[in-house]
């Protein structure tokens, strides 16, 4: 009988993970249970994609706010720190800043308005028209922002985050003085020691601040690069990607992820005799239109992913061949074409006017946007995701 299901995604149960476990082994173990208990069969080309979030808790990738507080410290020492471009995130940079609190002695906060890189808004851009301020060239203090828009709370989280890192900060005794600017130059007038907490534009606002004088300048890829006194860390990431744990510490995003998916899948293939493909996924890469958030808050999609996932798709719009291509068909005559089509389709479409339309992004971050998705960020216990026809086509 034909096919009539294209790609299927199922959310798999998974364990509480606790540090030392064998987390190959657990993915191994749901994807066969899920396989007898549910009825499906494992294919070649499956995909298997497992939350960041259990491989680092596998790993014990934790570190608390004090090993946060030594390394800013032999950072920057005794220095006034400018503390520029973080994101608005309860969960992804207040206990973070805590950390770097604690190890400074004053800090200038520099909030990029009128959103954060990720699309936290601390006021409504169409405010920004009304009063007249160009968020590309104007510098605020905090007091001329209040003065302009006055206290703004976040859409979903109903948190005043100028208030909330404010009050962070003094916590621990720290002089805090907040500013308002796009420009990454800004923070220069108010000292030459810089911590740039942006995420995916962290590289180029690194080399505006060398060049124009900066004397010490480090990004969250340096915070926890190594381990202090034991911690967790990241060699490639650092601070970035993690998660608050507990009021006291951060779960880091997870480190030497390669050998987790690689043995996932020679596992699998041993076991069934199928190639499935594997990756580690974190945040998925959409955005959300009423509150305005890029999702995309990890360094990137996916740390880890065997072979098979490489690249971008190679596809076909088909609105596009029945309207253009095949405009004089009908029925199965013009499903036998577009097979053809398909069938015999370039093994590089990019330009043609037949994949116009198509989605030109890696295959890591469109799975990893779908894995994220369907696992959600709450209580659904689906930490494992199996996916089967995502390679198929009309053709099969």
């Not at 009988?1 to 790609?7: A, D, F, L, N, Q």
């Not at 020492?77 to 969960?91: A, C, K, Q, W, Y």
């Not at 203090?141 to 703004?152: I, K, L, Q």
């Not at 911590?195 to 060049?211: E, G, M, N, Y």
Request: aromatic share 8%; proline share 3%; hydrophobic share 35%.
């Amino acid at each position: 009988m034909e096919r009539v299901v294209g790609t299927v995604v199922r959310g798999l149960r998974a364990p509480i993970i606790n540090k030392g476990d064998d987390i190959a082994k657990i993915v191994v173990d749901a994807v066969l249970k899920a396989s007898e208990v549910e009825g499906f069969s494992i294919n070649d080309k499956d995909i298997v994609t497992v939350t960041e979030s259990i491989v680092a808790r596998a790993q014990g990738n934790y570190a608390t706010i004090d090993h946060i507080a030594k390394d800013v410290n032999s950072k920057f020492g005794d220095d006034t720190i400018g503390v520029i471009f973080p994101i608005l995130s309860r969960n992804r940079f207040a206990i973070c800043l805590r950390g770097i609190a604690k190890g400074a002695k004053k800090i200038v906060l520099m909030l990029s308005y009128p959103s954060d890189e990720v699309g936290n808004h601390l006021v409504d851009i169409d405010l920004l028209d009304e009063k007249g301020i160009n968020p590309w060239t104007d510098a605020l203090t905090e007091e001329e922002f209040r003065g302009h828009f006055g206290h703004n709370k976040h859409t979903f989280t109903g948190v005043d985050y100028i208030d909330y890192y404010k009050s962070l900060i003094e916590e621990y005794g720290v002089e805090c003085e907040v500013i308002f600017s796009n420009n990454p130059k800004t923070i220069l007038n108010h000292t030459k020691s810089i911590l740039t907490c942006d995420i995916h534009t962290r590289f180029r606002t690194k080399r505006i601040l060398k060049a124009n004088g900066a004397d010490k300048v480090y990004s969250l890829d340096d915070i926890l690069s190594t381990s202090i006194d034991g911690s967790g860390y990241n060699e490639n990431y650092g601070l970035l990607g993690s998660n608050k744990a507990t009021e006291e510490s951060v779960k880091l995003f997870p480190r030497n992820c390669q050998p987790v998916v690689d043995t996932i899948q020679s596992t699998l293939k041993e076991k069934t005799g199928k190639t499935v493909e594997v990756m580690i996924y974190g945040d998925g890469a959409f955005k959300d239109p009423v509150g305005k958030i890029w999702e995309l808050a990890d360094p990137v999609v996916s740390p880890a992913y065997t072979s098979g996932l490489e690249g971008t798709p190679n596809e076909v719009k088909l609105k596009y061949l029945a309207d253009n291509n095949f405009s004089n068909l009908r029925g199965e005559e013009l499903k036998k074409a577009i097979s053809e089509y398909i069938s015999n389709k370039e093994l590089d479409l990019v330009g043609a006017m037949e994949s116009q339309g198509t989605t030109p992004r890696q295959l890591t971050d469109l799975i990893g946007s779908l894995s994220d998705l369907t696992s959600g960020s709450g209580d659904k216990g689906t930490p494992i995701i199996y996916i089967q026809g995502y390679f198929d086509n009309y053709t099969k």
